[in-house]
């Protein structure tokens, strides 16, 4: 059980305004150094501590979704968008809930009260993204014009340019600073759903499996060209230097 020193030792608490532009949530959540009577200091139990850094299993995930960019680069990026909004809610809950147990402690009705908060989370997560979002529209459209000229004589040209252009916008939109939240969400995500190695090992293979098999697929011609919807394709290079007569 929790003890009430912590509470009562906690430094002053975080704002929203803490972070570039008061929407990145502090990057040490944690508890202020519990010291017992003989000097040395006690653990800080697990329900105060940030979820540990998963940046290999991140990556290798990312690598592994990236093939269906190169054959849905539409439904990639707005799946993408998606998982962002909620990992940020995820990531803005935890943090919320580890701020919360600082000054009351743990209790019984955490989990019913960030269920509640929910709705300002995915406000918040959406808020953060943004930045991200348009830099990664803007990287991955020059990836897609970059990749389009390097390999226009290359077999799979058109996969090799969508499939670049998506993971670079989702990698982009990642690593922008104001998406730090989404990051901490993967934390929570990964520590709740994969708490083991073993556990972890296991979803980065399934998802290495499956992309596996998307290329599989595309090598050997069964998936068709890129389908774009329910986005639109970009457009060509020079339809946007020279006029249409």
Known sequence: APSGSYAARASAPYTTADGP???VPPRHVGAPAQVAPDGSRLPVPAWLREPPHRSVTVTL???ATAPF???GPGWYL???TVLLVVLGAAGWSGRARRLTRRRMGLRRGDAARSLLRLPWDLVLSISALLLGAVLGAGVGLLTYYVVEGLTTTLPF???LTAGAAGAVAVATAWLTPTSYSQR???REVL???TPGRGARAALVGIALVVCAGVLIGVGSGAIGAPQWAPLVA???LGSIFLPQR
């Open 78 to 80: 707005v799946l993408a």
């Open 184 to 186: 901490l969400g993967a």
């Open 69 to 71: 960019a190169a054959v």
């Open 61 to 63: 995930l990312w690598l």
């Open 191 to 193: 520590e709740t759903i």
């Open 21 to 23: 532009g008061g929407m």
């Open 157 to 159: 040209a058109e996969h």
């Open 234 to 236: 970009p457009p060509e």
